[in-house]
């Protein structure tokens, strides 16, 4: 099957129509019946849609890359650094073999790993019809809890990025009820990147697998405070505390609303610090 056979199927079957990739978290849903669907669009053969490639001062991954893909990716750089942060986090070896990035993003709830990772790298998706395509931020394309902006007929083709400049440096952070095999009570993901000097910050971004409801955002405040200051711990130990003012959560079987905010402002903090120690080559 091409790309073009997937498309036109989905176009000539609009509805109870699903695409699927690596399906780890789909067909759980489907047996659990929290999703219904008379047909299934296997993806997973679509090699054309598996690569993480340089271009024109981008980075640009393909929506069938794996999990493990990531693993591996450049330690030398900023975005590299990153995605093995969250690569080696995800799941269990078994799950990162076949868990892809477009069904990551596509699942579109809080228990993604992916999606605070790419909205801290203010990534853009790329999404195909067989009348064409649509680029738009991540931002705009996780609308609500399971739902995303892809039209019946469309897919999830490519996730990219501005790769960082040398000054820039990106970490994850990550809590669960255990080490490994866990589903994220609070996962936060960081972006920094520093003046010439590296002693001011010139750009901060951070991202929240929950902040006001259940699927991951940026807290904003945070990165208002951070504009602009000294690179050092008091900045961020301020940044970090004013996250209080983005969080409007809620308690479930999970965790509590209260716990879920002190670990949020604990691991946002650790992970700015780890941007500061990668920037100051710590």
């Not at 790329?126 to 649509?134: D, E, K, Q, V």
Request: with cysteine.
């Amino acid at each position: 099957m091409s790309v073009d056979d997937a498309l036109r199927y989905l176009e000539e079957n609009p509805t109870d129509t699903l695409p699927i990739a690596g399906a780890t978290d789909l067909l759980p849903r489907i047996n659990r019946k929290q999703v219904s669907a008379k047909n299934l669009v296997d993806l997973s053969g679509l090699s054309e849609l598996r690569y993480i490639k340089r271009q024109e001062g981008k980075i640009r991954i393909g929506a069938l890359t794996t999990i493990a893909d990531l693993e591996g990716q450049e330690n030398n750089s900023a975005w590299g650094e990153l995605l093995n942060d969250v690569a080696k986090k995800f799941g269990s070896p078994n799950i990162r073999t076949v868990a892809t990035v477009g069904g990551n993003i596509c699942a579109a709830s809080s228990s993604e790993d992916l999606i605070p990772v790419f909205l801290a790298l203010d990534a853009e998706v790329r999404t195909i019809r067989r009348g064409g395509a649509r680029e738009m931020p991540l931002q705009e394309f996780v609308v609500a809890k399971r739902k995303t902006a892809l039209h019946p007929d469309e897919i999830l083709a490519e996730v990219s990025f501005s790769e960082p400049n040398a000054r820039a440096a990106c970490a994850f952070q990550k809590l669960g009820m255990r080490n490994t095999l866990i589903i994220a009570v609070v996962s936060v993901a960081a972006f920094l990147e520093a003046d010439q000097d590296r002693s001011k910050i010139e750009c901060a971004r951070t991202a929240l697998n929950r902040l006001r409801g259940k699927i991951p955002e940026r807290a904003e405040s945070v990165e208002k405070e951070l504009l602009g200051q000294k690179l050092n711990e008091q900045t961020i130990k301020t940044g970090a505390e004013l996250l209080e003012k983005d969080l409007f959560l809620t308690s479930d079987s999970r965790a509590s609303a209260e716990y879920r905010g002190e670990a949020a402002k604990v691991l946002l903090r650790r992970a700015l610090m780890r941007c500061q120690e990668r920037i100051l080559g710590k």
